[in-house]
């Protein structure tokens, strides 16, 4: 009988973690914090053909490389099934049949060894990632999310609290990345691509900014921003002029970012914490790292930010969430459901 109330919690728990809300499937191992593996199997490349992340084709590749991702994550970590304290797996958000393959897989390893399972939001995933760089790393601080979903700044004020200070009222950041990449001709995932294209270019075409401008300084608009580019692309090709992409991206890239690291480091000041971190995919970004870093340092601020590979979609993020549920006793059903969307955290004003 699977029983929660049964489960007793340990220090330095070993934590299977399971990622597969969008086109990867991760399995990684954690102890404590200690990253012990850390596997992706990626259906992008198949994704690329079609310009986006197509939700069946996603919940089909997850299905294939579900096994095989766990057994190498164990593996490389050199721990047996037997071995593990709690497997933490996101439940939401993300696209509905690719959270049911990661949930489903985790619910049937959770059961068959008797052990917590823990049911992670992607988003909260994003910004535990930073306690796996900087375990000495504790709350409270200012936290920038930027990811294909979602754009948001919270203030976390505890492991289990986070509110937001500031958010996006429309598209996300990384989406007009991806949108702004297909204008370019650039092929899918657009961030990197659009990164890319940007060196040596001249940020000096003037996008408006993604900070809405007669609003109430919280709020971004991704939307208006990806349409001031199509347009310009458009309307150079109306009047047979040709455009400059590297320009083109360096501007947009500007425009899209230096809100973000303005608005962050405004609400560290204001709320008096002296520590930024970040997640999510668009924090792989370089300009972004740079002038984050630049900011931080230039108003005293200490900024932790994950490793690249730990800003995009991973299973050592879920694993570090699943740690930090794990240790407060907050653990699923087997009844835990999929969502496709969950709301962001309490609003804050400041
Ligand atoms: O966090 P993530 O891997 O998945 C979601 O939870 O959405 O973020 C993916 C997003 C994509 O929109 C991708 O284009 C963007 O992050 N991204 C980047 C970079 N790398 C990934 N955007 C800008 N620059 C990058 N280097
Ligand atoms: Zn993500």
Known sequence: MYDIKSFKIKKDPIILGIESSCDETACAVIKGRAVL???????????????????EIASRAHTDAIDEVAVRALSVAGIS??????VAVTYGAGLLGALLVGLSF??????????????????RGHMAAAYLDNPALKPPFVT????????????????DRAEVLASTCDDAAGEAFDKVARVLLLPYPGGPNVQRTAQGGMADINFPSALVKHGDGRTFSYSGLKTAVINYCHTASQK????????????????????????TVGCALSLNVDTVTAGGGVIANDYLRTRLAEECKKNNLTLVLPEKRRCTDNAAMIASEGLNMYLR??????????????????????
């Open 106 to 123: 985790a619910k049937s390893f959770a059961y068959a060894l008797n052990v917590p399972l823990l049911a992670v939001n992607h988003i």
């Open 240 to 263: 047979g002029v040709e455009i400059n992409p590297a320009d083109v991206a360096a501007s947009f890239q500007k425009a899209a970012i230096e809100p973000l690291v303005a608005k």
């Open 329 to 350: 006793g907050e653990f699923a059903c087997m009844s835990v459901n999929a969502c496709a969307s969950l709301p962001l955290a309490p609003a804050k004003r400041i």
């Open 81 to 86: 099934p037997a071995q593990v304290d709690a």
């Open 37 to 55: 593996s850390d596997e992706i199997i990626s259906s992008a490349a198949v994704q690329a053909k079609y310009g986006g992340v197509v939700p």
């Open 144 to 159: 920038l999310l930027a990811s294909g979903g979602h754009t948001a700044i919270f203030h976390t004020v505890d492991y």
